[in-house]
T-cell receptor
Framework: QQPVQSPQAVILREGEDAVINCSSS?????VHWYRQKHGEAPVFLMI?????EQKGHDKISASFNEKKQQSSLYLTASQLSYSGTYFC?????????????FGKGTTLSVSS | ETGVTQSPTHLIKTRGQQVTLRCSSQ?????VSWYQQALGQGPQFIFQ???????GRGNFPPRFSGLQFPNYSSELNVNALELDDSALYLC??????????FGQGTRLTVV
């Protein structure tokens, strides 16, 4: 069951904020966020574990609502370097051998 | 720089041929997962190896197979290539359920 990401695309000017959402129909143990630039490998951003925690890294933060099986990625005061496609990867179980199921991605374009 | 290396970076094969892709995982990581990423799509899970045993498989036919070696490096083999197999193939290494680090991928083109 592939998680659903929204919106599909976001266009921003430098300094603006954005929110990317990831919803799953299955109970989740964790949500992983990645950013992929064109022609490059996905780069790990952060993991959120069940428990509703919120994490932050520089001006990028995320939350995980376990009851709703939803995660949101918050990008504040966006920079040109934030451009890329953001994927959430969901992990329904906490067992060795669990692979991430990725959404279709949200493309973020930041211009000056 | 993730420490995960894939080879080759690009490959062109003819329909019906066989291909082997290789992945050298990050030091100490005992889990390797393989993904297929079509253009404009998210990575699709192929299978995962944990301590040299296949430990999970996605919705891919048996002609997709793999191996993990004692040093935790891994191979992805695809037999009887089809045009739809053209994609970016990514491997990701992790320590069990921890964060996964992706290699730069192998771009496979089937003609």
């Amino acid at each position: 069951q592939q998680p659903v990401q929204s919106p599909q695309a976001v266009i921003l000017r430098e300094g603006e904020d954005a929110v990317i959402n990831c919803s799953s129909s299955k109970a989740l143990y964790s949500v992983h966020w990645y950013r992929q630039k064109h022609g490059e490998a996905p780069v790990f951003l952060m993991i959120l574990l069940k428990g509703g925690e919120q994490k932050g890294h520089d001006k990028i933060s995320a939350s995980f609502n376990e009851k709703k099986q939803q995660s949101s990625l918050y990008l504040t005061a966006s920079q040109l370097s934030y451009s890329g496609t953001y994927f959430c990867g969901t992990d329904p179980r906490n067992q060795a051998g669990t692979a991430l199921i990725f959404g279709k991605g949200t493309t973020l374009s930041v211009s000056s | 720089e993730t420490g995960v290396t894939q080879s080759p970076t690009h490959l062109i094969k003819t329909r019906g041929q066989q291909v082997t892709l290789r992945c050298s995982s990050q030091s100490g990581h005992n889990t390797v997962s393989w993904y297929q990423q079509a253009l404009g799509q998210g990575p699709q899970f192929i299978f995962q190896y944990y301590r040299e045993e296949e430990n999970g498989r996605g919705n891919f036919p048996p002609r997709f197979s793999g191996l993990q070696f004692p040093n935790y490096s891994s191979e992805l083999n695809v037999n009887a290539l089809e045009l739809d197999d053209s994609a970016l193939y990514l491997c990701a290494s992790s320590l069990e359920t921890g964060k996964a680090f992706f290699g730069q991928g192998t771009r496979l083109t089937v003609v």
